[in-house]
């Protein structure tokens, strides 16, 4: 069975995980860590490849265990139920592969400012920002952002008409959330 073909994305995937034992090797070395900063930017490239050579790995896995299940299925029929067991989790594979592979945007990591502001509607409006923040307050604690309110102009009813919100990345999932309460 051939890698090529089966997986666009195999190549990079390749590229990666070699890249991946070069830097584990590199960092096994006590002399690059007399360099902070090259410590630093090799452990973080490092942590980025990672999750995207398990994955390669796991399915690399996956295809040589289906070729043993078709050998012996050919001797017992029941190996053909394991085979198409071992193909469907082979395609989750591929399409986690193909995710972790998409380039990383330099911002996903950043700390960000977020502002909702109450648009036209008065109080109504108001009332639904406050949903809105509560809901990105929310959101950010599940995935492991510290929040901060730096300053919010409430409304009577206990909505807000203007709110700035400090989000400070920690790791875990990318891409800070951005946007706007107005209509």
């Not at 590199?26 to 007399?34: E, F, G, I, K, S």
């Not at 690399?60 to 299940?69: F, H, L, P």
């Not at 492991?144 to 989000?167: C, F, H, M, P």
Request: proline fraction near 4%; hydrophobic fraction near 30%.
């Amino acid at each position: 069975m051939s890698e090529e073909g089966t997986v666009p994305c195999s190549r990079q995937s390749r590229s990666s995980s070699t890249e991946h034992a070069v830097l584990e090797e590199r960092l096994a070395d006590p002399a690059v860590h007399a360099d902070q900063g090259e410590a630093r930017k090799l452990s973080k490239r490092y942590a980025e490849l990672t999750p995207i050579t398990a994955a390669y790995r796991a399915w690399r896995q996956t295809g040589e265990d289906i070729e043993t299940a078709r050998e012996f299925a050919a001797d017992d029929p029941d190996f053909y139920a394991e085979i198409k067991q071992l193909e469907q989790h082979r395609e989750q594979l591929t399409e986690n592969l193909r995710l972790l592979l998409v380039p990383r945007d330099p911002n996903d990591d950043k700390d960000v400012l977020l502002e909702v502001k109450a648009g036209e509607g008065g109080e109504e409006s108001a009332l639904f920002a406050g949903d809105l923040l509560r809901m990105y307050l929310r959101y950010a604690e599940k995935v492991g952002w510290r929040t901060e309110i730096i300053d919010a102009n409430e409304s009577d009813l206990g909505g807000y008409k203007d709110v700035q919100v400090s989000v400070k990345y920690r790791g875990g999932t990318p891409s800070p959330v951005r946007a706007s309460g107005r209509g």
